[in-house]
Antibody, heavy 120, light 107 residues
Framework: QVQLVESGGGVVQPGRSLRLSCAAS????????MHWVRQAPGEGLEWVAVIWNDGSHTSYSDSVRGRFTISRDNAKNTLYLQMNSLRGEDTAVYYC?????????????WGQGTLVTVSS | AIQLTQSPSSLSASVGDRVTITCRAS??????LAWYQQTPGRVPKLLIYDASTLASGVPSRFSGSGSGTDFTLTIRSLQPEDFASYYC?????????FGQGTKVEIK
């Protein structure tokens, strides 16, 4: 069965860096675009970033562009999110999400999430 | 960026009620819309994609409709497990924004 397992979250001071990982299994990882979505405590969902199945293209939300970098290692079935210059407003649960392709797209599988807390 | 506005932001309903949530896009997105359900402490779950296609395993009391800028999620007969937050999301172009959410509470 499809599994997405995030790791790397924790408490970090403002201005510091953190790298999240997402280990994928149960499907052909290299065939799917992958995304990061976050959810601040008590708030709604916010799309963060995407990387195409072959890693050839990435895109970011305005709130993280220039600070976060999404990448993947298809040989290791792993997705990453490098987060630099962290701010308090980056505090959230970060979800690794699989993209499903139909006529359009959808997010069909979500990891359990990893909590990132940015605080001094 | 395309904005999605959901209404209402919250609603109170009873078991058995018919519930309708709307999602309006700031520009036309064809049928590139999905709906998700999130219960407290849980991961979001895909309900509807391509505006009107029911995701695998989702009960048939859920349905989606719309195209262009106006979309609707309908729950035909609300069940106890349906009390949750619901989000729409577009896939027309990056960024793939979400609506702000609609919380369905027990009356």
């Amino acid at each position: 069965q499809v599994q997405l397992v995030e790791s790397g979250g924790g408490v970090v001071q403002p201005g510091r860096s953190l790298r999240l990982s997402c280990a994928a299994s149960g499907f052909t990882f290299s065939s799917h675009g992958m995304h990061w979505v976050r959810q601040a405590p008590g708030e709604g969902l916010e799309w963060v970033a995407v990387i195409w199945n072959d890693g050839s293209h990435t895109s970011y939300s305005d709130s993280v562009r220039g600070r976060f970098t999404i990448s993947r290692d298809n040989a290791k079935n792993t997705l990453y999110l490098q987060m630099n210059s962290l701010r308090g407003e980056d505090t959230a649960v970060y979800y690794c999400v699989r993209e499903y392709s139909s006529i359009w797209f959808a997010f069909d599988y979500w990891g359990q999430g990893t909590l990132v807390t940015v605080s001094s | 960026a395309i904005q999605l506005t959901q209404s209402p932001s919250s609603l109170s309903a009873s078991v058995g009620d018919r519930v309708t949530i709307t999602c309006r896009a700031s520009q036309a997105i064809s049928g590139a819309l999905a709906w998700y359900q999130q219960t407290p402490g849980r991961v979001p779950k895909l309900l509807i994609y391509d505006a009107s296609t029911l995701a695998s395993g989702v009960p048939s009391r859920f349905s989606g409709s719309g195209s262009g800028t106006d979309f609707t999620l309908t729950i035909r007969s609300l069940q106890p497990e349906d009390f949750a937050s619901y989000y729409c999301q577009h896939f027309n172009s990056y960024p793939y924004t979400f609506g702000q959410g609609t919380k369905v509470e027990i009356k």
